[in-house]
């Protein structure tokens, strides 16, 4: 029996990908895994620091990880103000990031914890250069690839614009609603008794979803 291969991504640089699901069930590591063994340019923003510890890339020059936390590090025993000129000073440097990818072409541009970033919350919108990255960005060959744990606090515009989802254990029933909407709702019911580390892998070019076996190890 042929067996699936772990994604059908034909055109890296238009085609947009999400990882869902809830914490410590391997998102973050199916991601990294994805970029280890990818020979093409790509941007990564490491919110908390979790993809640079897994591999380094093949072609530091085209293949690029930033760690906010490292590049902006929290002083010990900062008080509420510094904490708040840190984290302001990290949406800054993320704002120039995105702007910066948007001005290259013919490269993926990663964000773990997208959440972070282009939340549906009132005090936080989504950075207008990841909006033009995730909804024109196929224009200027320009991939995208996100994590979160909840597809509630993701902005629709990303959502709205992927081809490749990765649904880890996914049991809110706000969730499982607004992905049932294009994924068989049976089959999202079902990702809740998913073992750790494994995931539902939908292709929207395909139109069909398959359960793989867990998260490969990275190097295998």
């Not at 510094?82 to 000073?89: G, K, L, S």
């Amino acid at each position: 029996m042929k067996t699936q291969p772990d994604i059908y991504l034909k055109r890296p640089f238009k085609e947009n990908r999400f990882y869902l699901g809830k914490t410590q069930e391997g998102k973050t590591n199916l991601l990294a895994y994805h970029l280890s063994r990818s020979p093409n340019p790509f941007v990564v923003w490491d919110t908390v620091g979790a993809i640079s510890k897994k591999f380094t890339p093949r072609n530091p020059h085209t293949q690029i990880i930033i760690d906010p936390e490292k590049r902006l590090p929290m002083p010990a025993g900062a008080t509420p103000d510094i904490i708040e000129a840190v984290e302001a000073a990290r949406l800054d440097l993320f704002h120039v990031t995105c702007q910066r990818v948007w001005d290259q072409q013919y490269l993926t541009f990663a964000v773990d914890e997208a959440h972070t970033y282009c939340s549906t919350g009132i005090k936080r919108n989504i950075d207008p250069w990841l909006n033009q990255i995730v909804t024109k960005g196929g224009n200027r060959n320009i991939g995208f690839a996100g994590t979160s744990q909840r597809v509630g606090q993701v902005h629709n515009n990303i959502l709205a614009n992927i081809h490749h989802f990765f649904v880890f254990r996914t049991f809110i029933p706000p969730d499982v609603d607004w992905m049932s909407k294009f994924i068989d709702r049976d089959e999202m019911r079902r990702s809740k008794d998913l073992p750790q580390f494994h995931y539902l892998y939908y292709n929207l070019d395909v139109g069909k979803a398959v359960f793989h076996k867990p998260v490969p190890k990275m190097g295998v």
